[in-house]
């Protein structure tokens, strides 16, 4: 434990001392050092503009979320109870996911224009796949004799999901909802980069054109500051239940 | 092919179809999504009139420049990361969050930095499939079989031969999973830097075909965007297969 602190210090340390030094390299209207940029943002978040911002991108989001987990979870129990559409349907998701599917967005606006739905709907493009993905592959690692010993001991089939299959599908399901989370996220912010007149995303663009780098910067970092976090409580999670399975 | 594989056709090509007839009826408006025989005509002829091959032949190169630069880096960094256990340790928290953050917030930051030129793309690029490729040369050579360095000693070969004959080998089937990993993720991040903001290149097309109302030429360079991607990683995972399965017989 003691050793992990250690090396979380170091590591943040080199990055500082990196962003320093191009800072140095690159000079000051192009990359605000660590110092400045830290003070604009203890400076910016508090304001009215960074919290209706970052609260419609978290409205994005968390839709964008709750569509994501609702079909993925849906569609990999459906592609993993029932063996044929698995494997039907597997390779086209996967091809699916490694898509860019950024490049499909303009579609997505088409349809929807510039609104909330059109965004929930491009991050839950992104997070749905390694949901169902997952999830399926949960179901199917699943040992038959799990199921076998539920026969035996006359359960029925909702006692077989509440005290069978979800306990031993669940690591592995939550490793797809973390991975979806990320994605989802990455979908949200990828929308309002490209196309949009609020959020976090559009923040970044907007400072970027109006060549506001420190701005820029900070709700960068802010964001990191969020997904990190977000990662690091689903992925403590996933090792709590690891331990127990 | 098999019974799945001709339902799995079955699938595609009624969901094309439905398109198809969606968008002839008027179900779905023709200011929104053109008729797939429309995209994949216009795409012809966009080919065909060679309008569209400099950001092509651009977008395509970037893509290759940066996965290698990726591919290369990242087996490098492997190797030596590999060597020295106590910084491995140290980077392995790193490596589990690295693609939790959405890399393209800091997009601008390159541009910023380096100008709106190819750079910035490249970077991103290179950002995004560089990890995938350290994280596949780790595993790689964790999986080496303590006996090949024995058999090495046996036969008294140096540790540069060691490597080249022997571990490289071994190592190889998680190397091209790395390295089909990094394409993707490389490409990725290129055409997502392009749509966001760049001065030319196929991503940048497709967004000024979407700002004019240009949908023919929107939806055919799409259908490109599609095509390349989805055949360049059925090979690629075709490779892949064939690589792990012969990495089981040869454990026998």
Same mark, same amino acid.
């Given at each position: 434990m003691n050793s992990r602190v250690v090396d979380t210090v170091v590591i943040t340390a080199v990055i500082l001392l990196a962003w320093q030094g191009l800072h140095l390299i690159v000079g000051e209207t192009a990359l605000p050092g660590p110092v400045p940029t830290l003070a604009y943002l203890v400076k910016f978040v508090p304001t009215a503009r960074f919290a209706e911002n970052a609260w419609a991108t978290f409205l994005a989001f968390f839709y964008a979320l709750m569509l994501s987990y609702a079909l993925g979870l849906l569609l990999g129990l459906w592609m993993g109870a029932h063996r044929l559409s698995g494997a039907v349907g597997e390779p086209i998701l996967i091809s699916l996911y490694t898509l860019p599917k950024i490049t499909l967005y303009p579609v997505i606006l088409l349809i929807f224009g510039l609104t909330l739905p059109g965004r929930v709907t491009f991050g839950a493009m992104h997070g749905v796949l390694p949901v169902a993905l997952m999830t399926m592959a949960a179901i199917r690692n699943i040992p038959p004799v799990y199921l076998r010993a539920a026969r035996t001991l006359h359960l029925s089939p909702w006692q077989t999901v509440a005290t069978v299959l979800t306990p031993a599908t669940l690591p592995e399901v939550l490793s797809g909802l973390r991975i979806g989370l990320t994605l989802t996220l990455l979908g949200v912010l990828l929308a309002e980069m490209f196309a949009?007149?609020?959020g976090m995303g559009y923040l970044i663009i907007n400072a970027m054109q109006l060549l506001q780098t420190e701005e820029m910067l900070a709700v960068a970092i802010m964001l990191f500051i969020f997904a990190v976090a977000a990662n690091a409580l689903l992925l403590w999670l996933e090792h709590r239940l690891h331990r127990r399975a | 092919m098999s019974r799945v594989g001709w339902i799995r056709l079955a699938v595609v090509a009624i969901a094309v179809g439905a398109l198809e007839l969606a968008c002839r009826t008027g179900l779905i408006d023709h200011r929104v999504v053109i008729p797939p025989s429309e995209m994949a005509t216009a795409l012809v002829r966009l080919l065909l009139s060679g309008q569209a091959n400099d950001q092509i032949a651009r977008t395509f190169g970037i893509v290759i420049v940066a996965v290698v630069i990726a591919v290369v880096l990242g087996f490098a960094f492997g190797v030596a990361i590999h060597a020295v256990p106590r910084v491995r340790q140290a980077l392995e928290p790193l490596f589990a969050t690295?693609? #939790?953050?959405?890399?393209?917030?800091f997009y601008p930051v390159m541009i910023a930095i380096f100008?709106?030129?190819a750079a910035p793309i490249v970077l991103m690029g290179v950002a995004n499939a560089i990890v995938v490729m350290i994280i596949a040369t780790l595993n790689g050579l964790d999986r080496v079989p303590r006996v090949l360095t024995k058999v090495g000693r046996v036969h008294r070969m140096g540790r540069f031969s060691t490597a080249l004959r022997l571990k490289l080998p071994a190592a190889a089937p998680h190397l091209f999973t790395g390295v089909k990993l990094a394409v993707s993720y490389g490409f990725i991040a290129v055409i997502a830097s392009e749509f966001i903001l760049?001065? #030319?290149?196929l991503g940048r097309v497709i967004s000024d075909a979407y700002t004019d109302f240009n949908n023919p030429r929107m939806y055919a360079l799409m259908l490109l965007l599609v095509i390349v991607a989805t055949v360049v990683n059925m090979v690629l995972h075709v490779f892949d297969q064939r690589w792990a399965e012969r990495r089981g017989i040869g454990r026998l």
């Open positions: 949009s007149k609020q | 690295y693609y #939790a953050v959405p890399i393209f917030i100008g709106l030129s760049a001065p #030319a290149g």
